[in-house]
């Protein structure tokens, strides 16, 4: 959504996405206007509002693109003339990475169940099941007395019984039993279980001791904008195919004694990475997750939480002014 925008030589514009937002203040804390203002974020993630988690002032904002710059969550941007300034030679931007080792991944899906931020799609092409076991499967309707037993054991629910209602005419309580060869496992259940002995099967992949190896196609997609760098999908990925560097690296110090625990839960509530968690009443924060935004802190309601950014890893500025105001707010 278009927030400001000023012509002239150029046009700039600057663009809020409050699908992005966090909520965190990193913005209103650098932004050398005050033209910024944070809304009442505990409630707004608790959903008991709805409205933007910052707000903007046209009249005070100088479209520099401060905020656009520090924010580590992409939900602001200027543009100039149409393009964006990320990446632009002469703004600053933060030197954070997410890369996956398509070599290493199983496609298992576990870093995308677990991002936070929805940042990750795993697409993947299993093969079908016949191309892995092969076999053959045979049921005599000679014998078959249709005690249905076959269909009810089978794990892979490959058999089909036609039922029907005996009739004077007909006294048959079935018209037939069928095999989807494209579900079965070959598994032999149903063969041992039969009371009359009217199924034989064999399984081929076995008989010979041929190992198919199965292949697994696909890929894990990243929706660049939606993603923290929290590291979640690195933590989680079995492969070890994921590598995260995070954009700001720090400390949290909390008054564990005071914290209300269950009764409060505001830090979790408002973490946008899924790094808190209440163990034994009280709030536990796992760095590992943990981005140092800064928005735990800020709705602590006892002030029990302190950030300390130890190293804020943002490249190019090149104005002695915006370094000297962006660590002053942040690298507290």
Not at 29 to 45: K, S, W
Request: glycine content about 6%; aromatic content about 4%.
């Amino acid at each position: 959504m278009l927030v400001n925008e000023r012509m002239g030589s150029e046009r700039r514009t600057l663009n809020y996405n409050p699908d992005l937002c966090t909520g965190c203040g990193l913005c209103s804390e650098t932004c050398p206007v005050d033209a910024i203002d944070r809304a009442p974020l505990l409630p707004i993630a608790r959903g008991l509002i709805k409205m933007n988690r910052v707000s903007f002032n046209k009249e005070k904002c100088v479209l520099c693109g401060l905020c656009a710059s520090v924010c580590i969550f992409g939900a602001i941007d200027l543009q100039k003339d149409g393009k964006s300034i990320r990446g632009a030679d002469e703004y600053p931007f933060w030197d954070f990475k997410l890369e996956i080792d398509d070599e290493k991944c199983f496609l298992c899906g576990n870093c995308a169940d677990a991002c936070p931020r929805n940042a990750l799609l795993t697409i993947r092409d299993l093969p079908e099941r016949k191309s892995l076991v092969k076999g053959e499967i045979n049921v005599s309707m000679e014998k078959c007395i249709y005690c249905g037993e076959c269909a009810a054991m089978c794990p892979a629910s490959a058999i089909e019984i036609s039922w029907r209602d005996p009739d004077s005419s007909n006294m048959a309580i079935a018209d037939g039993i069928r095999v989807d060869e494209d579900k079965c496992l070959y598994c032999g259940i149903c063969k041992r279980i039969c009371p009359v002995g009217a199924i034989r099967m064999s399984c081929l992949t076995c008989m010979y001791n041929e190992e198919l190896k199965a292949t697994v196609e696909g890929a894990v997609i990243t929706i660049d904008e939606r993603c923290a760098h929290c590291g979640w999908c690195m933590e989680i990925c079995p492969a070890n195919a994921i590598t995260v560097k995070k954009p700001i690296r720090g400390t949290i110090s909390q008054a564990d004694e005071r914290c209300r625990g269950e009764s409060c839960h505001a830090c979790a509530d408002v973490c946008p990475c899924n790094a808190i968690s209440i163990i034994n009443g009280t709030a536990r924060i796992d760095e590992k997750f943990c981005v140092f935004c800064g928005a735990c802190s800020s709705v602590c309601p006892d002030g029990l939480l302190s950030i300390e950014r130890s190293e804020l890893r943002i490249r190019n500025l090149k104005s002695a002014a915006w370094e000297h105001i962006i660590k002053t707010a942040l690298q507290k």
